[in-house]
């Protein structure tokens, strides 16, 4: 059932390509096993070198106090958490948004999302002195949610939100929103000095405490993710098709716009407003496994979770003993990606 | 639509021409709204500009204002006219019907709202290149304006080259735009973060777009290349309904679209970048004036004439704003056009929606 989906091409022409491709389990699997090597490189590579065995051994056998293993423990090991999170998030909400606005340019990056948790963010250090990441990450939850609503709210006046409505919505959002926190920035040097670093999107000083407050979110959020993925294959086919169908297009868009709200807000004050990610990520999977969102948006998640902890380890590589930030590493990196695949002629439709 | 009642008086008895007459006077109330937008568009660019060319620190009476607009004035009534207000205004004019025109010819070409040049990275090549020049090679002025002239084309370049593939459609250019933007804004931010912090306040400044330091050397440049690339488009213009035709229809009905989206693309290029190298990439000016002005013409329309208005207002009234609103502080026109344009484009968008049709 999941492969008849990606049978024939959307102009109807059978396509050699996309016969080609591996079963999407074995392209999930894959991709697994893929977010697994990175991970544990994460741990094993940075700044300090540190032997693989002492890396075993700081989850295996614990000493208190040793610097090599409190580096894996505390410093390396937040990071890849956080970024699986981040990218895990950043990936689901792509396919999410792709899917529901039927615009293959939506990203939480171009509905107003990041520019709301920017907002808020710098409002946070400019007025009220918040300083550390962790301090952030209510305001940003808040900024993106805001947003998010907002967009929801005058996309959907009187009747359903069209597609190229709600995209030009965030799109005003963001114009609204940029200006005001460009404005914040020029008045006032100390914030821009804060706020330049968070808005790259960075891994880096997070701490597992940012994760173990924000999990509940992540998993809400991609339960109704995964409730909403069979409806997305029916509302692929059009408003009237999916109703006749039997989806009920308002209790649908509604889960979806709560589904989007809460990961996108979690992804942005986790790492901080990373653009282009989960629409690279929600392409190349849909390039991978085809429209079918059932597989579409595990994958765009795993593919998500993947680039970002890649990023971030390349970030701690290339100009060691200094770090580039992992948004900064993932805009450079990704988007050559998305060039690639959109040039094969994959993803690009919906 | 709504239908028209009696709009052919003559013609009660025969259904064809009841249904021509009807079809002849909506056609004519489409162009009589359009020719009214633009009319009201262009009067509110004047009053604009009338107001921006009156009001300031100087004190000056409109009779001394226009005493010194044709040589009359005194000499300090002609420095403060003809130096510091009229460039303001001419540059607000350049800058902004540039970023409209090219906005929506981006918008309309590639048939989506979000593919405007600022979303699709030429603007921020323009920045880059522009940022870049100044924090690592500490460059000024002119040099640049170059800079930001080359780093639009040299992304608008890397787009063509990336996205060409028999010819060049929509989508594909728009995703390769996306990335290069995404490349182009992880570079920026890079530069950003590395630079001392005053200085990547001042990049910040230029990046969000200015008028208030242009001289008459630079206008005229500017001012010279956008009228040349506005006759173009206004001879181009004819072929534009073809642009708003899918590849399939366009392949269908036996047309080539190819050419005119090449032609539409090239002098949306053309217009940005040398707005952008004029004024800084004035935010949102080229993303917002094309859906404001389809809204406000109606759709179905490319509303081309209409778009530039509508920068040319926007980047005027927004400067007016800049200048008085902000008591004592001097605000890039930058950050007043997201803020007055974007409100009301979600404005027109939520109203739009009542109405049922699209925004």
């Known amino acids: 059932m999941p492969r008849t989906a990606t049978v024939t091409h959307p102009t109807g022409a059978p396509d050699r390509r996309i016969r080609r491709r591996l079963p999407p389990a074995a392209t999930l699997g894959i991709a697994v096993g893929l977010l697994a090597v990175v991970a544990i490189a994460s741990l094993a590579i940075g700044a300090r070198q540190i032997p693989f065995d002492v890396v075993v051994q700081a989850f295996t056998a614990p000493v208190p106090g040793d610097p090599d293993q409190v580096v894996v423990r505390d410093l390396r090991l937040p990071r890849v958490i956080i970024g699986i999170m981040a990218g895990a998030a950043f990936g689901v909400v792509a396919a999410i948004l792709q899917g529901a606005t039927r615009n293959p340019l939506a990203d939480p990056g171009l509905l107003g999302i990041n520019a709301g948790a920017s907002l808020a963010v710098v409002t946070a250090i400019s007025f009220l002195g918040v300083a550390s990441p962790f301090g952030f990450i209510w305001f940003a939850f808040a900024g993106a949610a805001l947003a998010a609503v907002v967009v929801f709210l005058i996309g959907s006046v009187g009747g359903g939100a069209s597609p190229a409505r709600l995209a030009l919505t965030g799109a005003a959002v963001t114009a609204a929103t940029t200006p005001l926190i460009t404005l914040l920035l020029i008045r006032d040097v100390g914030t821009l000095s804060q706020y330049r670093f968070w808005s790259v999107g960075s891994l880096a000083g997070r701490g597992l405490e940012t994760a173990s407050v924000l999990w509940p979110f992540l998993v809400g959020g991609l339960v109704l993710a995964a409730w909403l993925a069979g409806r997305m294959n029916l509302l692929a086919l059009g408003d009237d098709v999916a109703r006749g169908l039997g989806v009920r297009l308002s209790t649908t868009r509604i889960v979806t716009a709560v589904a989007v709200i809460v990961l996108a807000a979690t992804a942005t004050s986790l790492a901080g407003p990373i653009a282009l990610l989960g629409l690279a990520v929600a392409h190349a999977a849909r390039g991978l496994v085809g429209a079918d969102y059932r597989w579409l948006t595990p994958l765009a998640g795993v593919l998500g979770a993947i680039v970002l902890v890649a990023a971030d380890v390349i970030g701690r590589v290339v100009v060691a003993p200094a770090e580039l930030e992992a948004g900064i590493v993932a805009a450079i990196v990704g988007a050559p990606v998305l060039i690639a695949l959109v040039r094969r002629g994959r993803g690009a439709s919906l | ?359």
């Open chain 2, 1 to 359: 639509m709504t239908a028209a009642p009696l709009v052919a008086p003559a013609a009660a008895g025969d259904p064809v021409e009841v249904v021509a007459g009807r079809v002849a006077a909506a056609r004519s109330r489409r162009r009589r709204r359009a020719a009214s937008v633009l009319v009201a568009l262009t009067l509110v660019a004047l009053a604009a500009a009338v107001a921006s060319m009156v009001l300031g620190a100087a004190g000056l009476t409109v009779g001394e204002v226009v005493a010194a607009l044709v040589g009359q004035g005194s000499p300090k009534a002609e420095f403060v006219v003809l130096r510091l207000r009229l460039p303001r205004v001419v540059a607000a004019i350049v800058a902004g019907t540039a970023l409209g025109l090219g906005g929506a010819l981006f918008q309309t070409t590639l048939r989506n709202a979000l593919a405007s040049p600022d979303i699709l990275g030429v603007t921020g090549g323009a920045s880059l290149a522009a940022v870049g020049s100044m924090l690592l090679l500490g460059l000024e002025g002119p040099a640049v304006a170059l800079a930001a002239f080359a780093g639009a084309l040299v992304v608008a370049g890397l787009m063509w080259g990336l996205a060409w593939r028999d010819g060049l459609t929509g989508i594909r250019f728009v995703l390769v735009g996306i990335g290069l933007a995404s490349i182009v804004s992880g570079l920026l931010g890079w530069l950003l973060t590395r630079a001392e912090v005053r200085e990547a306040s001042e990049a910040l400044v230029w990046m969000v777009g200015g008028i208030g330091s242009i001289g008459w050397p630079e206008l005229a440049t500017a001012g010279g290349a956008v009228v040349v690339l506005l006759i173009a488009t206004a001879l181009f213009s004819p072929r534009m309904p073809l642009l708003s035709l899918s590849d399939d229809s366009a392949r269908s009905l036996g047309l080539d679209a190819t050419r005119a989206r090449v032609t539409a693309i090239l002098l949306g290029v053309g217009l940005v970048a040398v707005a952008t190298a004029l004024a800084g990439p004035i935010a949102f000016v080229a993303l917002v004036s094309a859906p404001i002005a389809r809204a406000l013409v109606g759709h179905g329309q490319a509303a081309l004439a209409a778009s530039a208005l509508t920068g040319a207002a926007m980047v005027l009234v927004a400067d007016l704003v800049a200048q008085h609103a902000f008591a004592g502080v001097a605000v890039p026109v930058g950050i007043v056009t997201g803020l007055i344009g974007a409100p009301y484009l979600l404005w027109l968008i939520a109203r739009g929606n009542r109405k049922g049709s699209d925004g």
